[in-house]
């Protein structure tokens, strides 16, 4: 095995290489999703254009060439994982469909009123929510595990939440955002002591972690290629095989049948009884060469080089003035969850976007764990074996930047560009006019630029007072909390007052406010708000969730004053 070469590995993912909002490209936000190699990309088109056939079904040649393909990664994965034979494979879209697929097929046959499902505060909504509708279909109870101070489940009170009752335990083997191992083996024992089955959420693990199914003595493990470089809308459900012929399929037609009459149906053999439809081929055949490419970089040499990042970046983050972690101590993968103090999440995010920074803000799909730890939402940076520690430092930079003067970088960043720039301190907010916004943009030729001026705008919007921050005046579909008041003036004038928890929501507040305040409902209504967003080049900028965010408090307006 040759020594892992961080610059060969890198220079096989080819996005790596391209830049956002004219920056070099530094993906942080690798608990997601990771990046795929070229290999895996060549797989895909390779596929359709040489072997594009239904497996399984037909009699010639294309579909004989598709079902060896896409059989043998079956074998592949079975043996990457080492499960004892490929019947305990299982092709699904990803962790959350194999969730569902256990909660159904096992979970609304098998369980029983005040039976108890066991899960933690640190799992994903995927392995929550199939168990909560499981647990009202048949009456069932969760009880949930509590965590350490460094984000584990706490092995010392196991015993206290796994009991007689308990009929599964389902746990991340890895939390997507405090990055820690949970003690599995602890959990499986205890778990085997009540009989209850176990289920692993692998998600976080399996681009990590050499995973052993047989070792580890799980019922069931899930996880999905794209956290591992390879395609999206593939995952692996492993289960073991006397649990999964005992367990009626989830879905039903096409490969997962034997014979069909109306009189009865019988079902497939494993694995194909819960395959049912035509399958991702494409994506089945791409997973197999992600394996092989992992396997041939080999992982040991990525484990290393990702226990050297996951080190240093812990240092480099921990010299952050006002960056405070999530939890305790050094994460056992690169996934680093922490706040900065006086900033909201999704202005830092937003911050390092303009800059060419992917990180993730907000709950991280992790709601219950954030109440655990009283907390609204945190930054997460997470990394693979193709980042560098040179993106580590550049990162690091920006955000001793963002925290070093929290009251006045904003002024110091916008001060840097005011020879190109109108000035808002001359602007008070009130007086904003659209014109003055398209001029304002106008000469702000970059995103870094644009996105500066948007915080100076949120920065100088005036807040409104808690009494006013009620449920009615809450704004639904915004990423961020945010509250539109909206009162309509004597003279049939429509007033309005925005404000948000973070200053990028606040900054687009003003810049619609420019449009609609003062305004009649019909100059309201005639207000052409997506070629002005167009103008401003704010839409291609932001990400979906901002985006919708935009939309959902121009949707508030406009109820407002029909």
């Not at 990457?80 to 019947?87: D, E, L």
């Amino acid at each position: 095995m040759e020594k892992f070469s961080f610059t060969s590995f890198r220079q096989q993912f080819p996005i790596l290489a391209s830049k956002v909002n004219g920056k070099p490209l530094i993906y942080f936000d690798n608990a997601a999703t990771t990046q795929k190699p070229s290999c895996v990309i060549d797989s895909h088109k390779n596929y359709y254009q040489s072997n594009n056939a239904n497996v399984h079904r037909s009699s010639h040649a294309l579909s004989a060439r598709a079902t060896v393909a896409y059989e043998s990664v079956r074998e592949k994965a079975q043996k990457f994982i080492n499960a004892k034979t490929s019947k305990e494979i299982i092709w699904t879209k990803g962790c959350t469909e194999s969730i569902n697929l256990i909660a159904q097929s096992w979970g609304r046959t098998r369980l029983q009123p005040n039976d108890e499902i066991v899960l933690s505060y640190s799992e994903h909504h995927a392995n929550i929510v199939p168990w909560q509708i499981v647990a009202k279909q048949t009456g069932a109870k969760i009880k949930v595990l509590p965590l350490t101070q460094t984000g584990e489940i706490d092995v010392t009170q196991l015993e206290g939440i796994i009991s007689e009752r308990s009929k599964i335990v389902c746990f991340g083997h890895i939390s997507n955002v405090v990055g820690r191992i949970n003690p599995i083996e602890e959990i499986i024992r205890v778990a085997n002591k009540y009989q209850a089955l176990t289920l692993v959420d692998g998600a976080q693990a399996i681009a990590h972690v050499n995973i052993d199914v047989s070792a580890l003595g799980c019922d069931f493990y899930v996880f999905s290629a794209h956290k591992m470089y390879g395609p999206t809308g593939v995952g692996v459900l492993y289960g073991k095989q006397e649990l999964l012929e005992d367990i009626p399929p989830y879905q039903a037609g096409g490969e997962m049948i034997k014979a069909v009459s109306f009189e009865q149906t019988t079902f497939n053999d494993l694995p194909y009884k819960f395959e049912a439809g035509t399958p991702n081929i494409a994506g089945v055949v791409a997973l197999g060469v992600a394996i092989s490419f992992i396997e041939k970089q080999g992982y040991r040499g990525i484990l290393e080089y990702e226990r050297q990042l996951t080190q240093y970046c812990f240092e480099q983050l921990s010299s952050v003035q006002g960056l405070n972690f999530i939890v305790d101590e050094v994460p056992d993968i690169p996934v680093f969850s922490f706040t900065l103090t006086g900033q909201h999440n999704h202005d830092v995010a937003t911050a390092l976007d303009s800059v060419g920074i992917a990180v993730r803000s907000g709950h991280h799909c992790a709601m219950p764990l954030m109440q655990y730890l009283n907390i609204d939402g945190c930054i997460r940076l997470s990394l693979s074996a193709y980042n560098s520690f040179q993106e580590i430092d550049f990162t690091v930079q920006q955000l001793r930047s963002l925290s070093e003067s929290i009251s006045n970088v904003i002024d110091d960043l916008s001060a840097s560009k005011s020879d190109d720039m109108i000035s808002v301190n001359a602007l008070a907010n009130s007086n904003l006019a659209v014109d003055d916004i398209l001029a304002m943009f106008a000469k702000a030729k970059s995103w870094d630029s644009k996105h500066r001026e948007i915080m100076m705008l949120g920065k100088k919007q005036l807040r409104l007072p808690d009494e006013d921050k009620t449920e009615l005046s809450l704004i639904s579909g915004c990423e961020s909390q945010a509250w539109l008041l909206c009162y309509q003036e004597a003279d049939g004038l429509f007033r309005f007052k925005g404000d948000s928890d973070a200053k990028v929501i606040r900054g687009l507040f003003a810049i619609i406010l420019a449009a609609v305040d003062n305004k009649t409902a019909a100059q309201i209504s005639a207000f052409d708000m997506d070629g002005y967003f167009a103008k401003l080049g704010l839409l291609q900028h932001l990400s979906p969730s901002r985006g919708n965010g935009l939309r959902a408090i121009v949707q508030k307006i406009q109820h407002s004053v029909e």
